[in-house]
């Protein structure tokens, strides 16, 4: 299991509350701010309601550009203090590899360098645990050196998805959505 598990955020899920959902989260990560369960948890969901419900019946302008706000934030926190975690490194500098613009201000960063970070980190993940599935999967995928070596890979992390993403979150089907879609 990766992520924090919390019955409130099913809950809130299936009543579609994002709002709920990310103040709830934030306000569990200012109490202990280095817990890193806590932190990709809020990271995930803040990326999900930022980058998949841009909607105005989820969010108004003012709360999409407040929670943006808050997610450079985040990121900026997350980058100073667990540049040493795997897990940090490897779900973040893929979101990061992803959409580089949720995480960073780009009137102070061009889009290439953000999107490098991304991609170090990912590499970073997988020389700190070399046997982390995820991590080497995420790398390769965005890396395109090996296509042989990343659908084997692929392959051996789909076996083992519900180990890691056992929760029928939103965020945790993205991603075992992402990790069986060809």
């Known amino acids: ?43 995930t969901e803040y990326w999900y309601v ?6 105005p019946a989820y ?8 929670m943006q706000r808050r997610l450079y934030k985040i990121t900026n926190f997350g980058l100073e203090n667990f540049g040493h975690d795997p897990t940090f ?8 590899s992803l959409q ?3 995480f960073f201000d780009m009137k102070f960063i061009s889009y290439e ?20 599935l995820i991590a080497r999967v995420l790398y390769l995928g965005t890396n395109n050196d090996n296509f042989d070596e990343y ?3 692929r392959k051996q992390l789909s076996n083992k998805l519900d180990e890691f993403f056992s929760e029928n979150t939103i965020v945790e089907r993205y991603f075992r959505d992402i990790f069986v879609k060809p």
């Open 100 to 102: 580089p613009y949720h």
């Open 1 to 43: 299991m990766i992520f924090l598990q919390r019955n409130e955020i099913i809950l809130y899920e299936k009543k579609q509350d994002w709002k709920f959902i990310i103040n709830y989260l934030y306000n569990l990560w200012h109490q202990n701010q280095y817990n890193i369960p806590k932190y990709c948890r809020l990271v």
């Open 151 to 153: 659908r084997k890979a």
């Open 89 to 96: 490194l490897w779900m973040i500098g893929y979101f990061i």
């Open 113 to 132: 360098d953000a999107e490098t970070i991304g991609h170090e980190m990912l590499r970073k993940a997988t020389e700190l645990e070399p046997d982390n």
């Open 59 to 66: 969010t108004t302008k003012i709360e999409y550009d407040e």
């Open 50 to 55: 930022i980058s998949e419900l841009r909607s």
